[in-house]
């Protein structure tokens, strides 16, 4: 959906960050021939008491593969994104988007099929990561293991007691 090739690389242009878009379904590749060292990445949703990381689909898929690597994999978010109210990971709602963003693309004259006639598909917007994927979350207030956000809840804007 394009939104690294967006924002993300505008943002690191003007922090003069070396940087290089590439489509989703090559980075296992470059990975495999050490032409990605580090991975960076959002997150939409994070769990403040377990460290799980809900984002883009894809993003577990790119955590799994830098993990196989031995590539760092870091999750970069402002505090707003924190949620410390969730306990599961398993309890994050998945957006479900509609199955005509995968079968067809736009022509030039409305959609084109792209899959077989009759053929169902799957389109989940978002998924979610482990914490022992992911090497750290980079927050304004410093790089944290992403099971010690709770410990440093106080620190990150977080609820005091410990409910």
Known sequence: RGQGAALTAWEMAREGISHEIIADSAAGHL???GEIDLVITGGDRVLGRTGEVANKI???T???LARRHRIPFYVAI????LDWQMTSGAKIPIEEREP???LTANGPRGP???????SGARNPAFDVTPPELISGIITPSGILKPRALWRQRKRLGGPSQQD
């Open 78 to 81: 402002p505090l707003s994104t």
């Open 58 to 60: 894809g993003t577990y």
């Open 62 to 64: 790119h955590a799994v």
């Open 31 to 33: 990975m495999q021939r």
């Open 100 to 102: 005509e963003e995968v």
């Open 112 to 118: 084109v099929c792209t899959a077989n006639p009759g």
